[in-house]
């Protein structure tokens, strides 16, 4: 079993619609987890970090659940500008080096 | 700003030959990373470094060198053999202990 996987997609939605990802991890000792955007041939940016007790930033929502080791990101009302590569981290307890996704694919069309 | 500066944006490199991306950042972090993209794939760590003067090898090392002799700075060296170079190459660095990443903008390597 890979360390973090990531269904690739592409999630193809409408706008205004409501879409969902997953990211399941191996390592039952992780201890910090992130969701970063990356849009196409551009870094990945922080969008948002994932806390035990669940996080919402507007349209985003981010939840942990560690008994079945996985994330998840949940996006309300999708936008066309939402269009993008969603890539989870998952830091290791007492190690500095996270490991990424590969990444889930989003497309929002019209 | 703080901030990441990767530079150049775009590189080109010859057969045999070796080339140096540079990595500079003024956020005070202590560690930096060096990571490789494929097209269509995910993040490959290269090398990573937690404190000047120290630095680990990745999960894909060969072919690269790196060195830091500064806390702001974490140059990579491409050598002649990697034979597979031609890549999208991100520098990134953290506080450590578990804290998000800020990412450079990339160089894009292409052997011609």
């Known amino acids: 079993r890979k360390e973090v996987e990531q269904d690739p997609g592409p999630f193809n939605v409408p706008e205004g619609a409501t879409v969902a990802f997953n990211c399941t991890y191996s390592?039952?000792?992780?201890?910090?987890f992130f969701w970063y955007r990356q849009d196409c041939r551009k870094e990945p940016k922080l969008l948002m970090s994932?806390?035990?007790s669940g996080n919402e930033d507007g349209r985003f929502t981010a939840q942990l659940n560690r008994a079945s080791q996985y994330i998840s990101l949940l996006i309300r009302d999708s936008k066309l500008s939402d269009s993008a590569t969603y890539l989870c981290v998952v830091n290791p307890g007492g190690s500095y080096i996270p490991t990424f996704g590969r990444g889930t694919s989003l497309i929002v069309h019209p | 700003d703080g901030g990441i500066t990767q530079s150049p944006k775009y590189l080109f490199r010859k057969e045999g030959q070796n080339v140096t991306l540079s990595c500079e950042q003024n956020?005070?972090?202590?560690?930096m990373y060096w990571y490789r993209q494929d097209p269509g794939q995910g993040l490959r760590l290269i090398y990573y470094s937690q404190i000047v003067n120290d630095f680990q090898k990745g999960d894909i090392a060969e072919g690269y060198s790196v060195s830091r002799e500064k806390k702001e700075s974490f140059p990579l060296t491409v050598t002649s053999a990697q034979k597979n170079p031609t890549a999208f190459y991100l520098c990134a660095s953290n506080t450590g202990g578990g804290y998000g990443y800020t990412f450079g903008s990339g160089t894009r390597l292409t052997v011609v």
């Open positions: 994932v806390y035990s």
């Open positions: 390592n039952s000792a992780s201890q910090s």
């Open positions: 956020l005070n972090h202590d560690a």
